[in-house]
């Protein structure tokens, strides 16, 4: 006959206002396990979008091409990019090493000129590691590091009025400020999630982006995919030890959690609405759970003024009302995870699909992922409400005067 | 009327007054009661007389506003809460009019409850548990819940709970009031044997003649005030 059995015991009692609440509770579990299991889903879509659009783990670069307003011109490239990409292959933990030169210019099929965002990079180690290459939508890919070929976004295509097959003439200021140009195939067309970026961009291989700056041996950046992203924030200081180390301190170094400042923007609201929904919820059980135990109260009036007649501590009363609304969080969050579980596969199997986010140009399919810490968070949030709801009751019971509450009618 | 037995609790110059709206109630005036061992004390009177207020104070569940309460010879006042609970645990048993049951608790269970709070063994408790029910003759109850017994049976359980921790005193309230003759008859007959049995002091509040003539003493307040000698 421990406290958790009477406490139980008092729980079914009146099984009717038990279950109502403890179906709040259930509710408001299965908002934290599948809103956060949701959020984590689209977040960690975002972070692998983020890394495989291009961005990578890790980029290196001479320090100004990390400030703000760097264009990128070959003038502020990396020299002996080879050395570098050496070393930093060297260790366990990179997958691939991606060299790019990234420029700006025109674009233009001979009748009109469009302005664009260029990037020279190596196709092959590209087509391994990023999704890029998948968005070719029409043509293909890049093949090697030596072709004369370019991709457009298809939004950059169409201002040009240009299709696969047909040839372009790509115009930017070389490392010595005059203005240069080079022919180049429509290889492929790209379509680039992001409308703006889909208008702009241009992609071509790292031989014929040299050329048109004037930049031979050069790169503006190093990009390094690692073998697993949580590996990010501990492989950055090591590979910069490990450049320093040989002589190149020229070079710095950034995390894509440095980089993806839209990654981190969208964490922010993600996390904004979460709270609010999350501070809302817990108002709400938090009445439903204190209406309930200050009935409890009401009710058992004389019970609690026996209860201390015959030898308990007003503690053990305060503990037996707090743990009948812990048995009722606890039951409500093991009912929650059950119906959650239920939920999360229903609407897994539902084939709703979710509009394209800000930018974007392609939905996707509603997914809920089970994210362990969502559940955690739920049950965690229901407790602590749970106990905080009971508290004022509890306590209120603890001081009743004996001959008071057993002359309660 | 026998004299008690060695004082066990006494009340000195007791006073108790309410407030009813503005009014000022005086439930008890200037009382003297003691109790023994052994004793077995009938408080009659009206309603309203203060019987209630008595068994109250002399249980230490509320506090005089004059005189003494004293257990052993030692005055209660000024103990703290735990303290006046732990008394109340080991020393008194307590027998009310509505039984007061915890419902969610069988007969055996409401038994050992106040054993299982002094924090005795499982084994001692389960054996004393099923001797008390036994002596008051509900053995075969032992595991029923509260709302399956009678009146009269649930009265029993009380007390039996009452005696769970060995007591000196036993105060019950209108212990009989609830109960239909003859099972308030059978209740009165055990309150008797058990304080024959065990020495146990039984102070009884009371509208029940019966109770009045079964008692070795009997104590009359009207008003606040006893009528006839402590």
């Known amino acids: 006959m421990s406290l958790w059995s009477i406490a139980l015991r008092n729980v079914t009692r009146n099984l ?127 093949r090697d590091r030596t072709e004369r070929a370019v991709i457009l976004g298809t939004g950059l295509a169409a201002a040009l009025s240009v299709r696969v097959g047909g040839t372009v003439t790509l115009l930017a200021t070389s490392r010595d400020g005059t203005l240069n140009a080079v022919d180049a195939t429509v290889a492929g067309l790209a379509n680039i999630p992001f409308k703006e970026l889909n208008d702009r961009y241009l992609a071509t291989s790292l031989d014929l982006a040299a050329e048109l700056l004037d930049a031979e041996g050069q790169v503006s950046k190093l990009v390094v995919v690692l073998t697993d992203t949580a590996a990010a924030p501990a492989a950055l200081p090591r590979l910069l030890e490990s450049l320093r180390a040989r002589g190149r301190d020229d070079v710095a170094g950034r995390s894509w959690q440095e980089l993806a400042q839209f990654y981190r923007q969208v964490r922010t609201l993600y996390l904004g609405i979460f709270g609010f929904m999350g501070a809302i919820l817990v108002a709400m059980v938090l009445l439903a759970a204190a209406n309930t135990m200050m009935m409890a109260v009401a009710e058992r009036t004389r019970e609690i003024g026996t209860l201390r007649a015959i030898g308990t501590r007003p503690r053990f009363i305060r503990r037996l009302f707090l743990a009948e609304g812990l048995v009722l969080a606890i039951g409500g969050c093991l009912a929650g995870a059950v119906l959650s579980l239920v939920l999360r596969f229903i609407l897994n199997h539902s084939g709703i699909m979710l509009p394209p986010p800000p930018g974007a140009t392609q939905g996707s399919m509603l997914y809920v992922k089970l994210y362990g810490a969502a559940y955690g968070a739920g049950a965690l949030a229901m ?11 509890a306590r209120r019971a603890s001081l009743m005067r004996i001959v008071e509450a057993l002359a309660h009618v | 009327m026998d004299s008690p037995g060695a004082p066990i609790i006494s009340g000195k110059n007791l006073g108790r007054t309410y407030a009813l709206g503005e009014t000022r109630v005086h439930a008890l005036r200037s009382v003297d009661i003691t109790i023994g061992v052994g004793d077995f004390l009938a408080i009659q009177g009206p309603s309203g007389s203060g019987k209630t207020t008595l068994i109250n104070l002399l249980g230490l569940l509320d506090i005089p506003d004059e005189g003494e309460v004293m257990l052993d010879g030692r005055p209660v006042a000024g103990l703290d809460e735990d303290r006046l609970a732990d008394l109340r645990r080991d020393r008194l048993g307590f027998v009310f009019q509505a039984f007061s049951l915890i419902p969610v608790l069988t007969a055996a269970e409401n038994v050992a409850y106040p054993m299982t709070l002094k924090g005795l063994a499982e084994t001692a408790v389960r054996s004393r548990t099923r001797d008390l029910l036994e002596r008051v003759g509900l053995g075969a109850r032992a595991g029923s819940r509260p709302d399956l017994l009678s009146g009269g049976e649930r009265q029993r359980v009380a007390i039996a709970r009452a005696l769970a921790n060995e007591p000196q005193v036993v105060l019950a309230d209108e212990p009989t009031a609830n109960l239909d003759s003859e099972t308030a008859s059978g209740i009165l007959e055990l309150m008797r044997s058990l304080n024959e049995e065990k020495r146990v002091a039984f102070v009884v509040a009371t509208h029940d003649p019966r109770v009045v003539a079964g008692s070795r003493r009997t104590l009359t307040l009207r008003d606040g005030r006893f009528v006839n000698a402590a």
Do not use: N
């Open chain 1, 16 to 142: 009717r206002r038990s279950v109502l609440t403890g179906c709040v509770v259930v509710f408001g579990f299965c908002a934290f396990a599948l809103a956060g299991g949701f959020m984590a889903q689209s977040l960690e879509g975002l972070r692998d979008g983020t890394i495989r659009s291009g961005m990578g783990h890790l980029q290196f670069a001479p320090p100004s091409m990390f400030s703000e307003g760097a264009a990128g011109a070959p003038d502020t490239g990396i020299d002996g990019a080879g050395e570098i990409a050496a070393i930093l292959k060297a260790d366990r933990s990179v997958a691939e090493i991606l060299p790019r030169i990234e420029f700006v210019g025109l674009v233009t099929d001979g009748e009109r000129s469009v302005p664009f965002l260029g990037v020279g990079l190596d196709p092959e180690p590209e087509s391994r590691t990023m999704d890029t290459p998948k968005l070719v939508a029409e043509g293909d890919w890049l």
């Open chain 1, 383 to 393: 407790i602590v409400t749970l106990a905080a709801a009971s508290w004022l009751p």
